[in-house]
């Protein structure tokens, strides 16, 4: 099977794809964790939550920067091979998993808990 041009382009968009996600969902992560936005997660309140605010910034921000770091290790991958075709369902698992953990650690937390 010859080599097509074709074939690098596909991999390379697919490998900025996962990049430029990555990279954002980080900031998003950073953003939660050391800057306090905690009003980026969704259904979160301050008022209503039995969590503190400290531990939602520590725990939410973990887990975010986490999946954005993991996506971007994914673009770098992407980026210098070819990934197998299962690699997003992989990825997705591994995202349900990681907001599944991150809802159990937030109800978990008792409101004295600090991070």
């Known amino acids: 099977m010859p080599f097509e041009p074709t ?6 968009s697919l ?8 990279v954002f969902v980080a900031v998003l992560g950073a953003l939660i964790k050391f ?5 980026l997660l969704a259904g979160y309140s301050e008022s209503t939550s039995s ?4 531990v ?3 725990v939410g921000g ?3 920067l986490r999946v954005g770091i993991a996506l971007v290790v994914v673009g770098v991958v ?16 591994v995202i349900l998993v990681e907001v599944a953990r991150l809802i ?3 109800n978990r937390s008792s409101p004295s808990q600090t991070a």
């Open 78 to 93: 992407a980026s210098v091979t070819t990934p197998p075709s299962f690699i997003g369902v992989v990825v997705g698992g």
């Open 104 to 106: 159990y650690r937030l």
């Open 35 to 39: 800057a306090g936005w905690t009003w």
């Open 62 to 64: 973990n887990a975010i």
């Open 7 to 12: 074939d690098m382009l596909e991999a390379g």
């Open 15 to 22: 490998a900025i794809e996962w990049l430029a996600t990555g």
């Open 56 to 58: 939602v910034q520590d």
């Open 51 to 54: 969590a503190s605010d400290d």
